[in-house]
């Protein structure tokens, strides 16, 4: 089957994520626009994560757990879960390589953990756009050990991506899907870079308001409409 898919979204736990980006909006415009699968991935953090999947499963839109980790190169990557659990024991691993920095909300913005009823239930303290002590090159292994699987993120792009900020993709790089913020470039990328023959190449919103979230106009094949269908077909793209 095809799912409809958006598998990088901010929500208002991003301090660079509108207020509006609640966990139930996020679910509630997914399900208006006709997406299957989504994935809300905050910076550093994956603390809103069980409110946008009780969300979305009310809406019947698959909610994936995730995270755009930022690594110590300040280089940024998504990373999903099969499971909630796992999510968010990577998240109290992330946060604490993170220099405990103090956010100033009225430099970069509130950084709000919703519950299960839309609610502000708490904030996060320390600044979540910041590098963690993580590098991009142990960030494939730390990952599977999660039972997760990563994509670089926006690869595309001169700012936070894996070929603007190292210039190159590393040999020895295991991920088999990548993300493209403009599929306009796919072709001049892989005649540059012929390890992204061997990848899957994705694109996904990086959505921090709601109207930014994708249309449905990309899919990826899958088995089921379950997580692990979903991260089967980024770990082994069927070429």
Not at 11 to 18: A, E, N, T
Not at 21 to 39: F, S, Y
Not at 47 to 55: S, Y
Not at 113 to 128: F, H, K, M, R, S
Request: proline share 6%; net charge negative.
């Amino acid at each position: 089957m095809e799912l409809y898919y958006d598998l990088h979204i901010h929500s208002c736990l991003s301090p660079c994520g509108d207020d509006d980006m609640t966990p139930a909006n996020i679910a509630g415009m997914a399900a208006i626009k006709g997406l299957d699968v989504i994935a809300v991935t905050d910076h550093n953090s994956c603390r809103n994560c069980p409110a946008v999947m009780a969300a979305a499963e009310e809406y019947g839109v698959l909610a994936i757990p995730g995270m755009e980790i930022n690594t110590s190169e300040e280089i940024h990557a998504v990373c999903l879960f099969e499971e909630l659990k796992a999510a968010l024991e990577f998240d109290a691993y992330v946060y604490e390589r993170l220099i405990p920095f103090p956010n100033r909300e009225d430099i970069f913005g509130r950084q709000l953990i919703y519950n299960t009823e839309d609610q502000i239930c708490g904030t996060v303290p320390n600044l979540l756009i910041q590098p963690a002590e993580i590098s991009f090159d142990q960030l494939w292994e730390l990952v599977r050990g999660y039972g997760g699987v990563m994509f670089p993120a926006h690869i595309d792009k001169q700012a936070n991506s894996l070929l603007y900020n190292l210039g190159a993709i590393p040999p020895d790089s295991r991920f088999r899907t990548a993300e493209m913020k403009d599929l306009k470039n796919l072709h001049r990328l892989r005649r540059e870079h012929p390890y992204l023959e061997h990848c899957r190449v994705i694109s996904n919103s990086d959505a921090h308001y709601l109207e930014h979230i994708h249309e449905p106009e990309l899919t990826l094949q899958v088995s089921d409409k379950t997580i692990k269908d979903v991260l089967k077909a980024l770990l082994f793209p069927d070429f």
